[in-house]
């Protein structure tokens, strides 16, 4: 049941709230003079009794007077007009979501007719307002049957008004694509393993192919045959067969010679550890350690659906990795597409050697301008940075600042990790090429971004060790309690903001 977001000229709404942006210089609030006079005064009274001011986080919430069909006002505090930008609108989409589920109101309208004081014009804050409301709306219930979910939303109609209806729809249209391919994301991630092993998974990213993606899927005999070792390995051990997804989309403009942006995701649908099985407790969480590959499959959508003039690739290594009679044991070495041999002295150090492979293949292939992979990769990052930001690898400074700044726009924020030599020689192995753990325990996430530098050309490539952020115990304004799509927003901006052709 989706919330249904619609865009109109400013009337009082004949049932549900009615809600208005209030900031904290009283001449701005030009919403909140209308409405007062339509509830002769009582509104005024009733921000002055509860002293409330318009401070950003704030709402005030009032039964509608007689002479009113609405039910109920809310206001919606904005804080400081110089302050209220595109972040702020959305946010205050998430608020004003979470505000009218509490209450169980179904249906609203906000009125942003007046807010052309601020940076941003009335047809921007609208489209933004409704872009935070439906990534807040997000709920994960296709496997409560009997009972419904506890946190449910029951908002079913959220009008947007303002004097120019049709412009916010034309700014909302590709917002709403990035908000598709959020949801896709999560869906994924939230779906159990035995659901959504690699075949599934690769089912599921060829619905790309409706948005004009062009989706190829390879299968264990293709792999082989290129030489995917480290890949195969990791799958060994399951009955679920490993796929590679490959999916184009090719939006740049024709006269621009353009070589194609590639993200790459580690896609492990279920991670036991394998051989170095990890401990029970906790060992559920690891339906989400395919976050990467939900991550880039969720990106391709959304550039896709709002026609990113841009030329992108997204491949994603998928397999299941599970101790059994065939599994790969430690201490077993394998010999990877790009010809270098690899020591596993640890089998749950499984997500580095898929993207070693579906790396190499990538630049092999495509030939990309740059390389953005992502991964759950390590406990380590956890221990680094929390559930904050995610940890960021890079070997170009251009790269990284890009991501930084884009992260900050979207609050998917990401923290620059050091890349030195000195980590390198850590992974250099006594019978191989190099092995898949440092010696120690020490600057575990980075030595895994030492591991995959080494499959890595010269071209500018970032890793995204996503593994604090791809799943979230507690919601925050857009983001609700589960799989969060941490990823697809920032990278979307990341091409939006640098890559497309003009």
């Known amino acids: 049941k989706n919330m249904n977001i619609t865009f109109a000229k400013p009337s009082y709404p004949p049932t549900g709230a009615y809600i208005v942006l209030a ?7 030009r919403a909140v003079e209308a409405l007062n006079r339509k509830t002769r005064g009582t509104l005024k009274r009733a921000m002055a009794s509860e002293n409330f001011t318009g401070k950003n986080g704030t709402t005030l919430t009032l039964l509608a007077p007689t002479g009113l069909r609405a039910q109920r006002i809310i206001l919606i505090g904005a804080g400081k007009i110089k ?17 009218l589920n509490s209450l169980g109101i179904k249906q609203a309208a906000v009125n942003v007719e007046f807010v052309s004081q601020t940076a941003l014009n009335a047809a921007d804050c609208g489209a933004h307002i409704a872009f935070g409301a439906s990534l807040a709306s997000y709920r994960f219930g296709l496997y409560k049957v009997k009972k419904a979910l506890t946190n449910q939303v029951v908002v079913r109609k959220l009008a947007i008004m303002g004097s120019e209806p049709s412009k916010m729809r034309s700014r909302y249209k590709p917002l709403s694509a990035v908000a598709n391919g959020v949801f896709f994301t999560r869906d994924l991630v939230s779906e159990p393993a035995n659901v959504l092993f690699p075949a599934e998974l690769a089912t599921r990213a060829q619905a790309l192919s409706d948005d004009g993606v062009k989706v190829e899927v390879l299968g264990p005999s293709k792999m082989k045959q290129l030489g995917m070792g480290a890949l195969l390995g990791v799958a060994q051990g399951s009955v679920q067969e490993p796929r590679l997804v490959v999916m184009r989309w090719d939006g740049a403009e024709k006269d621009a010679e353009q070589r194609p942006l590639a993200f790459v995701g580690k ?3 279920f991670d036991t550890g394998g051989i170095s099985i990890k401990p029970s407790a906790g060992m559920g969480d690891m339906k989400w350690d395919m976050g990467g590959a939900g991550v880039v ?14 030329n992108a690739v997204g491949v994603v290594g998928l397999v299941e990795n599970m101790p059994s009679g065939n599994a790969q044991r430690p201490g077993d070495i394998v010999t990877s597409m790009s010809g270098q041999t690899i020591e596993v002295l640890n089998t749950d150090a499984e997500g580095r050697l898929v993207l070693a492979d579906a790396i190499w293949y990538t630049q092999k292939r495509f030939k990309p301008r740059l390389t953005v992979d992502l991964a759950t990769l390590t406990g380590a990052i956890i221990v680094s940075l929390g559930h904050e930001r995610a940890g960021l690898f890079s070997n170009n400074d251009a790269l990284t600042n890009e991501l930084v700044e884009a992260g900050n726009w979207v609050d998917e924020k ?15 192995s006594d019978i191989a090429d190099v092995q898949n753990i440092g010696s120690g325990r020490g600057a575990g996430s980075v030595t895994a971004a030492k591991f995959i530098e080494r499959f890595v050309d010269t071209t500018p490539w970032a890793h995204l060790d996503i593994a604090g952020v791809t799943w979230s115990k507690k919601s ?15 990278l979307n901006r990341l091409v939006a903001n640098h890559y497309e052709t003009k």
Not at 23 to 29: D, K, L, M
Not at 297 to 309: E, P, S
Request: hydrophobic share 40%; charged share 30%.
């Open 23 to 29: 900031w904290e210089e009283t001449s701005a609030n």
């Open 83 to 99: 302050d209220f930008d595109v972040r702020e609108a959305q946010s205050a989409g998430g608020r004003i979501l979470s505000k």
């Open 267 to 269: 896609g492990v649908t």
């Open 297 to 310: 499959i969720g990106l391709m959508r959304a550039l896709a659906q709002r026609k990113a003039k841009v």
């Open 414 to 428: 990401v923290w620059p990790m050091p890349m030195d030599d000195e980590y390198d020689k850590d992974m250099d």
């Open 476 to 490: 925050k304004k857009l983001v609700p309690r589960g799989g969060t799509g941490f990823g697809v927003r920032l």
